[in-house]
T-cell receptor, first 111, second 116 residues
Framework: LAKTTQPISMDSYEGQEVNITCSHN???????ITWYQQFPSQGPRFIIQ???TKVTNEVASLFIPADRKSSTLSLPRVSLSDTAVYYC????????????FGAGTRLFVKA | NAGVTQTPKFQVLKTGQSMTLQCAQD?????MSWYRQDPGMGLRLIHY???????DQGEVPNGYNVSRSTTEDFPLRLLSAAPSQTSVYFC???????????????FGPGTRLTVT
């Protein structure tokens, strides 16, 4: 199983750029890296997904080095509303199509 | 599109009771799954389905049954509720994962279950 490791929590201030790094040493060749955001009392919401190099959308950027053993979610100029838990997932195709969520990173944005 | 809907939103059960949590999606997604989330924890996969008539176990399947008779519906049945099953249950769906490694899932609003 392709497991992920993320920091348990991070603090930031409004207007700063936040980078959350995820380690996934056992990523398989065909696996994608996906990030979700979860607010309290809500289901997770898809943020961004990538396979290699860099992906950018209107919400975030995802940086993936050549060896793909880690990835970094970058949130530009965070606001208070970005306070949430962020999950990094790596696709698990071993024996099925299970998707495994780790403990996530709790980001707290301060004014 | 309503997306992924779950009913009920809240439920209180007594130990030993059984019930079914409903999940439906109107996006013609092949892949559906059930997760549970305990307070302050991440999500854990209970069961999943890659298409109608096909289901498989996730990380924590004990005490739960699922069936997938249609593409749209994926109910989760608690056989004999226990206090350890007190949790928030999320249903999710996705386009086919079978032919790709893309895992973008759409989540429902959750069902908050308390077992006393």
């Amino acid at each position: 199983l392709a497991k992920t490791t993320q920091p348990i929590s991070m603090d930031s201030y409004e207007g700063q750029e936040v980078n959350i790094t995820c380690s996934h040493n056992n990523i398989a060749t065909n696996d994608y890296i996906t990030w979700y955001q979860q607010f309290p009392s809500q289901g997770p919401r898809f943020i961004i997904q990538g396979y290699k190099t860099k992906v950018t959308n209107e919400v975030a950027s995802l940086f993936i080095p050549a060896d793909r053993k880690s990835s970094t979610l970058s949130l530009p100029r965070v606001s208070l509303s970005d306070t949430a838990v962020y999950y990094c997932l790596v696709g698990d195709r071993a024996g099925g199509f299970k998707t495994i969520f780790g403990a996530g990173t709790r980001l707290f944005v301060k004014a | 599109n309503a997306g992924v809907t779950q009913t009920p939103k809240f439920q209180v059960l007594k130990t030993g009771q059984s019930m079914t949590l409903q999940c439906a999606q109107d996006m013609n997604h092949e892949y559906m799954s059930w997760y549970r989330q305990d307070p302050g924890m991440g999500l854990r996969l209970i069961h999943y389905s890659v298409g109608a008539g096909i289901t498989d176990q996730g990380e924590v399947p004990n005490g739960y049954n699922v069936s997938r008779s249609t593409t749209e519906d994926f109910p989760l049945r608690l056989l004999s509720a226990a206090p350890s099953q007190t949790s928030v249950y999320f249903c999710a769906s996705s386009y086919s994962i079978r032919d790709s490694a893309s895992y973008e899932q759409y989540f429902g609003p959750g069902t908050r279950l308390t077992v006393t």
